[in-house]
């Protein structure tokens, strides 16, 4: 499959993070958000992209300020467990534009989203990326 279109800067995919777990109790709630598990391994891009979005990174784990009632789901990404997060990117001006957009500070996995059709599961209502066969 093949993405077509164009950013349309709703910034659906800024307020969601999709966390890739290994199981289910992978999560911890903490007094500021919930904890997760890096992966085993871990690339420089994908700590930059938590940085940039403000997590903490902690020894073998990633923080996710969040407030106390906030609803994390557990879902599938293809085959990958994932905690769908409801998180806003801390990037994100007051009128939900990134501050970061074509900069060099700017995480590669925010240029390649969506990679695969269940990325959109989200953000199909307003994201004008589609995908479409070769």
Do not use: W
């Not at 999560?27 to 085993?40: C, K």
């Not at 903490?56 to 300020?65: A, K």
């Not at 969040?66 to 769908?84: S, Y």
């Not at 900069?103 to 953000?123: G, I, K, S």
């Amino acid at each position: 499959m093949k993405r077509v279109g164009e950013c349309c800067q709703c910034s659906l995919c800024c307020r969601i993070l999709l966390l890739p777990i290994p199981h289910p109790a992978a999560i911890q709630r903490t007094s500021l958000g919930i904890r997760a598990p890096l992966p085993i391994v871990v690339n420089p891009d994908l700590l930059h992209f938590y940085r940039m979005r403000g997590l903490g990174i902690g020894e073998g784990s990633v923080e996710v300020p969040l407030p106390p009632n906030a609803p994390v789901r557990l879902g599938r990404q293809g085959k990958t467990l994932v905690a769908r997060v409801p998180h806003v990117c801390a990037q994100l001006d007051r009128q939900g534009r990134c501050r970061i957009h074509g900069t060099p500070d700017y995480p590669r996995a925010c240029a390649v989203f969506p990679r695969t059709p269940d990325d959109l599961l989200d953000v199909a209502d307003e994201c004008t990326y589609r995908f479409v066969d070769d």
